[in-house]
């Protein structure tokens, strides 16, 4: 099934030891079509830390939950 980018916004960045942050904006490769990073908004409500990560380290995205599981923890963001 065909999504929009838009759909991906805001999803939770789910790490096998919590939340990691959320996807803020999606960086393309014009030439290839396809998203090279995630920007990820990984502060909390008093830092303002943007990370950006690769879609091979994510998972299959939980469009119910609202979710993007990533294979890296917590402390790899930090």
Same mark, same amino acid.
């Given at each position: 099934?065909?999504?929009?980018? %838009? ?16 996807? %803020? ?25 943007k990370v950006q990560i690769a879609p091979i ?6 469009w119910a939950k609202q979710a993007l599981p ?9």
């Amino acid at each position: 099934m065909l999504r929009r980018v %838009k759909d991906r916004e805001d999803h939770a960045i789910r790490a096998a030891d919590g939340v990691v942050g959320r996807v %803020k904006d999606l960086h393309f490769d014009d030439e290839a079509g396809v998203i090279r990073y995630f920007a990820v908004d990984a502060g909390g409500w008093l830092s303002n830390r943007k990370v950006q990560i690769a879609p091979i380290a994510t998972g299959h995205p939980d469009w119910a939950k609202q979710a993007l599981p990533v294979s890296i923890t917590n402390e790899q963001v930090t």
